[in-house]
């Protein structure tokens, strides 16, 4: 169902309804009792009713009035209850004014509540005067004490609202940090290492194998290239407006790519042998953390065990997808320390570990005891992806 309304009202219309408030209630006094005509009388009821057009503006001066003039109508018996104008013009004070530490809120709404019960099921046995009094100041502090408790309760939970989407707008900022930082990383830190290694090779052979030296140059050359188309699809994605389609980039990468993780990691002295057993079906940020894990993966081998040899296994076990990155280099990463129980944890150990708790998954890297270093994540399947 469409609710009552479907956008907040702009200032103008709450002025209106104030307006309308205030006429509305002008017009009960006037005609209720009948026989109020003097013009004493009708400018007590003006001074009681009209300003409350300008609350929203002017709240503590339009209160000020409202209550003195409410209480000269009530003095002289202009009419009997006209506490409720006050009340009205109350609210926006207790809305916006600022919280004092000594002011008694929590006190004044236990006095409101226990003021509600005795207009519900008290009683005053006294002449009518002194009840006609007792009323009056019993109906006058569950109006105001009403009017003010409620108006701080929304203050103070509009406040809470305004600081749990501050926090959340925090941490999606954070969040979203986190994540173009690993994209970057994965993309410069995969094809740095290969230029790196293959660099190192040319220096090492140009004068002995230049055929050699020219090959590591053409890796050199394809990698960056690719890298290069990379940064361009991952920018574009960044400049992309939410929702909208960017022409001319290419899909995130999924495992289909993971055939060119290993020929460049093979270009590099790294062989992987890839073994995939998973059909398909999966979502595309799925498919993306297990490329960047894995693509991370073979490059650690690539940066610290080459030449190697690496085997990469993608499969599915008791309901989620397991990822094991596992090589027969040595088993040591000079890498600084991660936390305990999760081995060792550089950057991108970290990023790794990051991309599968986003998913609600389980991560381990290590040395594996015959030598060698082996990482495993473990990742939840949906059940459409099952």
């Keep these: 169902m469409r609710p009552l309304f479907p956008r907040p009202l702009r200032p103008c219309e709450l002025v209106a309804l104030d307006v309308l408030a205030g006429l509305g209630y002008a017009f009960v006094l006037v005609v209720n009792p009948p026989g109020v ?11 009681m009713t009209l300003p409350l057009a300008a609350r929203r503006r002017w709240p503590l001066p339009v209160f000020c009035v409202v209550a003195a003039a409410s209480m000269a109508a009530m003095a002289f018996g202009v009419v009997r209850e006209p506490l409720a104008a006050a009340a009205y013009a109350l609210y926006p004070v207790a809305l916006t004014t600022r919280r004092r530490r000594w002011e008694p809120t929590a006190a004044i709404g236990v006095l409101t509540a226990g003021a509600l019960l005795l207009a519900a099921f008290g009683g005053v046995s006294a002449e009518p005067e002194v009840r006609r009094i007792a009323e009056t100041v019993v109906l006058a502090a569950l109006a ?15 406040a809470y609202a305004a600081r749990l989407a501050g926090q959340a707008a925090e941490r999606a900022v954070t969040e979203e940090r986190l994540r173009i930082a690993r994209e970057m990383h994965d993309v410069v830190s995969h094809t740095l290492s290969l230029i790196g290694v293959k660099a190192g090779v040319a220096a090492h052979v140009a004068d002995r194998r230049p055929e050699e030296a020219l090959e590591a140059l053409r890796v050199i050359e394809s990698t960056s290239r690719q890298a290069l188309t990379e940064m361009r699809h991952m920018l574009g994605v960044l400049r992309t407006a939410p929702g909208a389609v960017s022409e001319g980039l290419s899909p995130a990468p999924g ?7 290993a020929e460049r990691a093979a270009a590099a002295g790294v062989r992987v042998d890839l073994d995939v057993r998973v059909t398909g079906g999966l979502s595309e940020a799925l498919e993306l953390a297990v490329h ?4 991370e993966a073979v490059t650690n081998v690539v940066r610290h065990a080459a030449p190697a040899r690496c085997r990469v296994r993608v499969d599915e076990e008791e309901g989620r997808l397991r990822v094991e990155v596992t090589d027969d280099g040595p088993g040591r990463r000079v890498l600084p320390p991660g936390p305990p129980g999760h081995g060792v944890a550089g950057h991108g150990v970290i990023g790794m570990r990051e991309r599968v708790t986003a998913h609600g998954g389980d991560f381990t890297a290590g040395p594996l005891p015959g030598g060698g270093f ?10 459409e992806e099952r």
């Design 144 to 158: 105001l004490g009403g009017a003010w408790t409620i108006g701080r309760a929304v203050r103070e939970r509009r």
């Design 374 to 383: 082996r990482v495993r994540a473990r990742l939840p399947l949906r059940g």
């Design 292 to 295: 960047r894990i894995v693509q």
């Design 255 to 261: 495992l289909a790519a993971l055939t060119d993780v």
């Design 37 to 47: 005509h003097h013009p004493a009388a009708l400018a007590l009821i003006a001074a």
